[in-house]
């Protein structure tokens, strides 16, 4: 399957390169769509329209991100960024091809918080991969609820800007003093820049 496929190789990618990867897709709701199955793989989630809970597959370890890379990995890695966006450019614009709401289950709000809060990081090679992911997660359900029609939009989510839960979610997932694996002060600017604007974000959604 390719969803499956792209979200076991963009798991492996640098921070840089999948902020590259999902900076170089389209604005539009299907792309939105795509983004939220693809974070929810990466983070080892399950909908909730599901027959129970997957458990999440293992993957091989990447190695520990450094300071300095080589030419050829970073050129590796960007190519890999590369030919994801490619994939993912495609999916749902072929003729007769079910479009992504169709093809793949639907994901709950209850099923984005809980993604948002788990301590999913070991699977990465570094916590601020699986903080990518998440911010990403969270910003592409925003759009595709932002832009559901009355019929099809979640409730819940309407309800957790409403009360403050995705709110208090992200500022508990994004606390850098928490959050094994953040060592730095570089990795805590990251941290703090992720968290800055997805708080800025829901502020401008609870208008």
């Known amino acids: 399957m390719f969803l499956n496929a792209a979200s076991t190789r963009v798991s492996g990618l640098p921070v840089a390169a999948l902020e590259h990867l999902f900076a170089a897709l389209p604005v539009t709701r299907t792309t939105a769509q795509f983004k939220v199955h693809l974070c929810r793989n990466a983070l080892g989630g399950s909908s909730t329209t599901a027959k129970g809970r997957v458990k999440p597959q293992a993957r091989a370890r990447p190695p520990p991100r450094r300071r300095v890379r080589a030419e050829a990995t970073e050129a590796s890695a960007n190519a890999d960024a590369v030919a994801v966006s490619q994939d ?15 093809k793949y289950p639907a994901i709950s709000t ?10 999913s990081f070991s699977d990465f ?23 559901a029609t009355e019929g099809d939009k979640d409730e819940a989510w309407t309800a957790a800007l409403r009360d403050g839960g995705l709110l208090k979610a992200v500022e508990e997932a994004f606390d850098s003093e928490t959050i094994n694996g953040v060592i730095d002060a570089e990795d805590h600017a990251y941290v703090q820049r ?6 800025a974000i829901i502020s401008v959604w609870q208008l």
């Open 194 to 199: 992720r968290r800055a604007a997805l708080l």
């Open 88 to 102: 993912a450019s495609t999916v749902g614009q072929e003729p007769g091809v079910a479009s992504v709401a169709r």
């Open 125 to 147: 090679g570094s916590a601020l991969q699986g903080l990518c992911f998440k911010s990403e997660l969270v910003v592409n359900y925003g759009l595709v609820q932002q832009q």
């Open 110 to 119: 209850s099923d984005v918080l809980e993604l948002l809060t788990r301590p």
